[in-house]
């Protein structure tokens, strides 16, 4: 199947089986081993992509049915974004493993929910393991954030 994805702002054309899925895809014929996959069942998070502005979990999508839509990766995310910032200060990852898959899921959350409580922060990460036990610099990144994204829109 000839499949077309618009990766990181770009459009790319494959040639693939489109019961393939998008985790593998990606990694395999793309390049892009940021997205790792662990659980094999979309429940761990570290294959989360934005599939049009949603958390996707690639490792249960098959690539056909991504065909024509917008697919984030972490590699799609620029180095000055606020939440990439945010994790970096408050030194909220260790192993980094399950990094790419904490920004992209804050990401989302935060361009749907931009004044977050802690209890909204927990929950929209919940969906994500991270198996160093980093949660509470997590939610500091996730709130740190929050508020430089708050401050980027006060001063534009």
Known sequence: ?????????????????GKDMLLNVLRD????????????????????VIVD?????????????????????????????????????ANAFQCGYCTPGMILTAR????????PTDDEIAEALAGNICRCGCYV???DAVRLAAGMLRDEKVAA
């Open 53 to 89: 502005g949603q958390t996707t979990a690639s490792c249960i999508l098959p690539v056909g049915l991504a065909d024509g839509k917008e697919v984030t990766t972490i590699e799609g995310v620029p180095s000055d974004d606020p939440v990439k910032v945010a994790f970096e200060k």
């Open 29 to 48: 014929e793309v390049g892009l081993t940021s997205v790792r996959g662990t659980c094999g069942i979309g429940l761990c998070g570290t294959c989360t």
């Open 108 to 115: 989302a959350f935060l361009d749907e929910n931009p004044d």
């Open 1 to 17: 199947m000839n499949c077309t994805l618009h990766l990181n702002g770009t459009e790319t054309a494959l040639g693939v089986d």
């Open 137 to 139: 610099k997590i939610a």
